[in-house]
């Protein structure tokens, strides 16, 4: 099992910065694919960005490229979610999720998930 516990979303402007992250407990972390997701209201949930076991490879959305970046300190068992210039659009509630197999777009394919950050991009 993996528990993962996301934190660090909130209230920001237009043009801001947040960083969220996700601290893991549970089996061993480093081992793991990470992914964050993200769901506004009345949408599906959607892949943001997602980083590989050694943070090697990484993939990302179409409309967040060159905007947020993801990273992962195995030693500290936390992925980050580094996201700049913020849109209205940005607004929903990101997911982490880890999965055991591989690193993907597919939320089908992640074993664990977080309960979610709020993040609020005001215009």
């Known amino acids: 099992q993996v528990q993962l516990v996301e934190s660090g979303g909130r209230l920001v402007q237009a043009g801001g910065s947040l960083r969220l992250s996700c601290a893991a407990s549970?089996?061993?972390?480093?081992?793991?694919?990470m992914g964050w997701f993200r769901q506004a209201p009345g949408k599906e949930r959607e892949f943001v960005a997602a980083?590989?076991?050694?943070?090697?490879?990484?993939l990302y959305a179409d409309f967040v490229k060159g905007r947020f970046t993801i990273s992962r300190d195995n030693a500290k068992n936390t992925v980050y979610l580094q996201m700049n210039s913020l849109k209205p659009e940005d607004t929903a509630v990101y997911y982490c999720?880890?999965?055991?197999?591989?690193?993907?777009?597919?939320?089908?394919?992640?074993?664990?998930w977080g309960q979610g950050t709020q993040v609020t991009v005001s215009s």
């Open positions: 980083i590989s076991w050694s943070g090697g490879n990484t």
């Open positions: 999720a880890a999965d055991a197999s591989k690193t993907g777009w597919d939320p089908y394919e992640y074993d664990y």
């Open positions: 549970g089996r061993t972390f480093s081992s793991y694919g």
